[in-house]
């Protein structure tokens, strides 16, 4: 046991001598709007790494860009649900998460998740909840439905934004219908497609980056909505309400990990240690307003923040995480998503 005390003391001490003093670069490839400047300000100025970040609009044009080989990213931040495709086949890489010193800073119910069982690939980002938001001006509802979505009213034709990729539409979509996700049943799949079909008619944007702009100006009055983008569309002063529908939300978990081609791989473990301080991923979650995985985090939120109806849901709220789903499960919601954008 001495032994063992004295390697882990000596292993943790070079590597907080080792991440604070890095230099260099890091290239970091995100969701849009999802690296607060603040934060990579804070990390320049404490490690010297110059960081540049290039930003994706959904899990699949990740997954896409990784697959063909793309090159210069040293992070990279998909959900859950995304990271064991990484892992199988072989786009990600090991860097030893678990034995980095902050790691000890990760709440217990997050850690060692069954996406990344021994925590050897992937770093806490945020998690959140996917569901809809409204303009409360112009639209009559209540967002107590998801029917209000998937099945619009009159008023909101022409006037509904939905996400432009399939992953959390078809899982909203299977909460809503009560179908399993990653159904390998066509015909329930079809109801999906016919549902999304016929939702079309009232669609006036397919849409994951503009949605509150969408709210705010009045071109739409329903969009699809993450938690926290909903809540920072509504402190532009625009009138969005993020709906908890009585049938349930997506829920999701965002990782930090490290492709396999990163060329900065000390970097970003740097990095991912950065963010499981309290402090720092603090700065994070106030500008972004999910939820993180880091104890102590509350102790810097502001007062708005803690009383935020977008991180503070119903306590009876559904919540649904989507699992990875098998190839022919994925290959019939590809199916189902050519057909809704012919």
């Not at 499981?276 to 102590?296: K, R, S, W």
Request: proline share 5%.
């Amino acid at each position: 046991m001495k032994r063992f005390f004295t390697t882990f003391a000596a292993t943790t001490a070079m590597l907080i001598s080792g991440l604070a003093n890095a230099s260099g670069e890091l290239f970091i490839y995100n969701w849009t709007e999802y690296t607060p400047p603040e934060v990579i300000e804070k990390f320049e100025k404490e490690t010297g790494i110059k960081v540049s970040v290039d930003t994706y609009d959904s899990n699949e044009t990740l997954l896409a860009k990784l697959q063909a080989g793309a090159t210069g990213y040293d992070i990279v931040v998909p959900s859950q649900n995304f990271v064991p495709i990484m892992i199988n086949e072989g786009l990600i890489q090991k860097v030893g998460v678990h034995d980095l010193p902050n790691f000890k800073n990760l709440e217990e119910r997050w850690a060692f998740p069954e996406w990344d069982s021994k925590q050897e690939y992937s770093g806490p980002w945020q998690w959140g909840t996917t569901s809809f938001s409204y303009n409360s001006e112009l639209y009559s509802g209540t967002g107590e439905s998801l029917k209000e979505f998937f099945e619009p009213s009159d008023e909101l034709n022409g006037r509904l934004s939905v996400f432009q990729t399939p992953d959390e539409v078809i899982s909203l979509a299977n909460i809503y219908l009560g179908i399993d996700f990653c159904s390998e049943d066509a015909k329930q799949m079809k109801k999906i497609q016919d549902m999304l079909v016929a939702q079309k008619d009232a669609v006036v944007a397919y849409n994951s980056e503009t949605m509150s702009d969408l709210l705010a100006s009045g071109e739409a009055i329903m969009t699809n909505h993450w938690s926290g983008y909903s809540r920072l569309g509504r402190l532009t002063g625009a009138p969005i309400v993020y709906a908890y529908p009585k049938e349930g939300v997506v829920g999701w978990y965002d990782s930090m990990v490290v492709p396999t081609s990163a060329k900065n791989v000390e970097n970003a473990k740097t990095f991912m240690n950065f963010m499981m301080d309290p402090v720092n991923m603090a700065m994070l979650t106030e500008n972004q307003g999910y939820g993180d995985a880091i104890m102590g985090t509350a102790a810097y939120y502001s007062d708005e923040l803690k009383s935020a109806p977008e991180i503070n849901a119903p306590s009876d709220l559904k919540v649904f995480f989507a699992p990875t789903c098998s190839p022919k499960a994925q290959s019939l919601i590809d199916k189902v998503w050519t057909k809704v954008m012919q």
